[in-house]
């Protein structure tokens, strides 16, 4: 897909690399080409791609609590963890992942990620709004239409970079989304809703018809452009990146100990680990 040119307020490199099969390489490219950003070896960057049917649980949640990892066997779901923080996302081939990673100081105003959220946020709204999808930001970290989450966000900020991703729900699958993640019935009243169900929506259902991603990724371009004034070139993963993806999918990405996180005291740590296992995950501890 060709990346539609806006005006001169510089150039951002446009990845599109993605592995849906293999969430653990996904997320291992991911913090590879924030590493190379940050590293001042890439240029700020902008990557679209999808998993297929997999749960990203945040760096510091616990997967027994969030995931009903029983219903991932069923289902065949994939679990890994990221190395930002929030909360647990579940991924098919009908979501689209967006990740942007500046070197700072960045264009954000403040160069903090709590304005992260609100730009970038800004950025995908215009983008739905071309779609004919009338969309708002919630604070901290989610965008809404009709009172109804269709994306959300997460970030870090570290002294070089600041890196703000999100996955936004094209046609995603909410009947295993609902059943595979285990989100609080406390948490749901807090929202005015009974089930998951009736928290979130997607694309297709807002459209009420299909949509396809070359579709939302055009709009994405164009509000990326639209509120940041970028141009966008495609582009390929650096040796550096590909050379750092490797490293960290073997010896992070496919380990149990980062899967199963810092609950190290956790009694079901064991059977949780033989479920990774089982689910997909071949790497040692």
């Given at each position: 897909?060709?990346?539609?040119?806006?005006?001169?307020?510089?150039?951002?490199?446009?990845?599109?690399?993605?592995?849906?099969?293999?969430?653990?390489?996904?997320?291992?490219?991911?913090?590879?080409?924030?590493?190379?950003?940050?590293?001042?070896?890439?240029?700020?960057?902008?990557?679209?791609?999808?998993?297929?049917?997999?749960?990203?649980?945040?760096?510091?949640?616990?997967?027994?609590?969030?995931?009903?990892?029983?219903?991932?066997?069923?289902?065949?779901?994939?679990?890994?963890?990221?190395?930002?923080?929030?909360?647990?996302?579940?991924?098919?081939?009908?979501?689209?992942?967006?990740?942007?990673?500046?070197?700072?100081?960045?264009?954000?105003?403040?160069?903090?990620?709590?304005?992260?959220?609100?730009?970038?946020?800004?950025?995908?709204?215009?983008?739905?709004?071309?779609?004919?999808?009338?969309?708002?930001?919630?604070?901290?970290?989610?965008?809404?239409?009709?009172?109804?989450?269709?994306?959300?966000?997460?970030?870090?900020?570290?002294?070089?970079?600041?890196?703000?991703?999100?996955?936004?729900?094209?046609?995603?699958?909410?009947?295993?989304?609902?059943?595979?993640?285990?989100?609080?019935?406390?948490?749901?009243?807090?929202?005015?809703?009974?089930?998951?169900?009736?928290?979130?929506?997607?694309?297709?259902?807002?459209?009420?018809?299909?949509?396809?991603?070359?579709?939302?990724?055009?709009?994405?371009?164009?509000?990326?452009?639209?509120?940041?004034?970028?141009?966008?070139?495609?582009?390929?993963?650096?040796?550096?990146?590909?050379?750092?993806?490797?490293?960290?999918?073997?010896?992070?990405?496919?380990?149990?100990?980062?899967n199963l996180g810092p609950c190290r005291g956790c009694?079901?740590?064991?059977?949780?680990?033989?479920?990774?296992?089982?689910?997909?995950?071949?790497?040692?501890?």
């Amino acid at each position: 897909m060709s990346a539609r040119m806006a005006s001169a307020g510089g150039r951002w490199r446009l990845l599109e690399a993605e592995w849906p099969e293999d969430p653990y390489y996904n997320l291992a490219v991911e913090e590879a080409v924030a590493r190379a950003v940050s590293e001042g070896v890439a240029p700020t960057t902008l990557r679209l791609w999808r998993n297929d049917n997999a749960i990203v649980i945040g760096a510091f949640q616990c997967v027994s609590l969030e995931i009903r990892l029983e219903e991932c066997v069923k289902y065949g779901v994939k679990v890994v963890r990221r190395f930002t923080g929030g909360g647990a996302v579940y991924h098919d081939i009908c979501n689209l992942n967006y990740a942007i990673s500046f070197r700072r100081p960045s264009p954000i105003p403040g160069d903090n990620v709590l304005e992260g959220y609100r730009m970038v946020g800004g950025a995908v709204i215009t983008g739905l709004e071309k779609l004919g999808v009338k969309a708002e930001f919630i604070p901290v970290n989610d965008i809404q239409v009709g009172g109804r989450k269709i994306s959300g966000m997460a970030g870090t900020l570290t002294r070089n970079l600041l890196f703000i991703h999100g996955c936004l729900l094209v046609g995603s699958n909410i009947e295993i989304l609902s059943r595979v993640l285990n989100v609080p019935r406390e948490k749901l009243e807090a929202k005015g809703v009974g089930s998951v169900r009736a928290r979130v929506t997607t694309l297709r259902d807002e459209l009420n018809r299909e949509i396809t991603m070359d579709e939302v990724k055009t709009a994405l371009l164009k509000g990326f452009e639209e509120i940041f004034g970028v141009e966008f070139m495609p582009g390929e993963l650096t040796s550096w990146e590909k050379k750092m993806a490797e490293d960290l999918y073997r010896n992070k990405y496919l380990t149990v100990n980062w899967n199963l996180g810092p609950c190290r005291g956790c009694p079901d740590r064991d059977r949780d680990a033989l479920i990774l296992r089982r689910i997909g995950l071949a790497g040692g501890d």
